[in-house]
């Protein structure tokens, strides 16, 4: 049962523009939710994360959206640039059994073409 | 500097021998995971530790076993037992307590094993 899940596998962009990566989760408990980039042959660096109360959040490029209603989150890289080009992995946090777990999805691979 | 080390990079077994992983931090995390990750998959909770001597099931823990004696170390190892071992493996810490949900991750080792 996959509780978080990234629809697409892979998301080619151009250089300069938008990339938006999505990311649908079912459990209700997730009250927080972070995003991961990570190289081949590396371990996952944080990127930028959400509160379950917040709709939106920004750092930079980055800026992650949350619609709580339709249980969704995503991602937006404006502008693209290559240095972006990695799989990207969507989490979310919950208190699972007494600890703080992350549930991750199965990554989204994005290129982003000169 | 502060980080997660894990050691060796790359690791390779006949089938049938236990194998064992090892994973260091200096950042004075209580919290220690570790994950799996296979191709076109998310990453997998193995096990983990809030606290030294005390270690939990992940989703996956068959054919695994860790300790924690020291608060830096996370050790695992993987055992003959487990029926599908080739795999990039990454060890996760993070403090505990309210509000903290980043976890760090280390560089991971890749298992194979023949």
């Known amino acids: 049962d996959q509780q978080v899940k990234q629809n697409s596998p892979s998301l080619s962009v151009q250089e300069g523009r938008i990339s938006i990566l999505n990311c649908d989760y079912t459990n209700s408990m997730f009250d927080y939710f972070l995003w991961y980039k990570k190289y081949p042959a590396e371990g996952p660096t944080f990127l930028i994360s959400?509160?379950?109360?917040?709709d939106k959040n920004e750092d930079g490029r980055f800026t992650v959206f949350l619609n709580k209603s339709a249980k969704h989150l995503s991602l937006h890289i404006v502008p693209s640039q290559p240095g972006d080009s990695a799989v990207y992995f969507c989490?979310?946090?919950?208190?699972?059994?007494?600890?703080?777990?992350?549930?991750f999805g199965q990554g989204t691979r994005l290129t982003i073409n000169p | 500097d502060g980080g997660i080390t894990q050691s060796p990079k790359y690791l390779f077994r006949k089938e049938g021998q236990n194998v064992t992983l090892s994973c260091e931090q200096n950042l004075n995390h209580d919290a220690m995971y570790w994950y799996r990750q296979d191709p076109g998959q998310g990453l997998r909770l193995i096990y983990y530790s809030q606290i030294v001597n005390d270690f939990q099931k992940g989703d996956i823990a068959e054919g695994y076993s860790v300790s924690r004696e020291k608060k830096e170390s996370f050790p695992l190892t993987v055992t003959s037992a487990q029926k599908n071992p080739t795999a990039f493996y990454l060890c996760a810490s993070k403090l505990t307590g309210t509000g903290l949900y980043e976890q760090y991750f280390g560089p991971g080792t890749r298992l194979t094993v023949t």
């Open positions: 959400i509160s379950s109360i917040k």
């Open positions: 989490a979310a946090s919950a208190i699972i059994q007494g600890a703080q777990k992350l549930v």
